[in-house]
């Protein structure tokens, strides 16, 4: 585990530096999912996988910008699942985006997640992990090259934060109210449109509530499990908060099928997890 985390770290400054300064322009081909990929997409998939592929104790990776599995070490005990470059739509605005990665012992399924970690790429680098039996730690890249830890992070019972993604004209009657019943109690709408920003504002900030519905024109949902979904969930679940699909229930006893597949998904504090539950 700690050879992947030394991965990580080695990763993501080269990631940042591309942000600063390589092209931010289209590639011409599609991803999996069928999103338009971004050349830094493509970068930041082979900064990753360049340094996951020296780690032994990986078995395969699965990546957001890649096809199928790629097998590394017939006898590695871990599969790491990654998002490259997440809200890189955002990239042409100069907002912040990150990485992030699910460990899996075994097969990828939920149960197996044991540990998540994500970067981001704002400012300040900033690394947070939920490692095996740990609590939720903040770093940030110091001037030496070095990720300092900063603190543990733990949600409150109750946050001030609304943020909900995905066509609002494709929202269900349900999740509109709920999110209309939250403003009416005084929480204030903050989204960007990249997940690890607006989840990592609302983690550092306490609590709130952050949500991507399922929509008329997506009914699964846009974020997908394996990379994105779960270790959010896990990391939710780690500081205190909870993850739960569109019925209410939780993310992490989701199967998983297919390793592209998407789930509609809630994340937040205790008490607005249960406001969701209450709406349903
Ligand atoms: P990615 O850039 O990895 O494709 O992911 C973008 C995701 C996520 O970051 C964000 O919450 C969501 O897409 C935004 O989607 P909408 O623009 O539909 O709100
Ligand atoms: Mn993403
Ligand atoms: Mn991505």
């Not at 890189?88 to 899996?104: E, H, K, P, Q, T």
């Not at 543990?152 to 004209?169: P, V, W």
């Not at 709408?189 to 607006?198: C, F, I, N, Q």
Request: aromatic share 10%.
């Amino acid at each position: 585990m700690n050879e992947i985390l030394k991965a990580i770290k080695l990763a993501a400054p080269k990631i940042a530096d591309a942000l600063k300064y390589a092209d931010k322009g289209y590639a011409t081909s599609e991803n999996q999912t069928g999103d338009r990929q971004l050349k830094l997409d493509i970068l930041s998939d082979e900064i990753i996988f360049n340094e996951l592929k020296k780690c032994q104790s990986i078995k395969a990776i699965i990546s957001e910008e890649r096809e199928g599995a790629d097998e590394i070490n017939p006898n590695g005990k871990y599969i790491v699942a990654y998002d490259p470059l997440d809200g890189s739509s955002l990239v042409d605005v100069n907002f912040s985006v990150g990485s992030i990665f699910g460990i899996y012992e075994g097969e990828a399924i939920a149960s197996n997640l044991k540990a998540a970690v994500y970067t981001i790429y704002g400012a300040r680098l900033e690394l947070v992990s939920a490692l095996e039996n740990e609590a939720v730690k903040l770093y940030q890249l110091g001037k030496d090259g070095e990720f300092g830890f900063v603190k543990e992070i733990a949600l409150s019972q109750k946050g001030k934060l609304n943020a909900t993604g995905a066509t609002q004209k494709g929202w269900s009657e349900t999740h509109a109210k709920l999110v209309r019943a939250l403003f009416n109690e005084g929480y204030r709408l903050r989204y960007s449109g990249a997940m690890v920003a607006d989840l990592h504002q609302i983690l550092l900030k306490g609590g709130g509530l952050f949500s991507y519905p399922a929509t008329t024109d997506a009914p699964n949902g846009k974020l997908r499990l394996l990379f994105e979904v779960l270790p959010f969930a896990l990391i939710y679940e780690r500081a205190g908060g909870e993850g739960v699909a569109a019925n209410g229930t939780r993310l992490l006893d989701i199967k998983v099928n297919s390793f592209h597949q998407t789930s509609p998904c809630y994340f937040g504090s205790k008490y607005e997890i249960n406001e969701v539950k209450n709406s349903l």
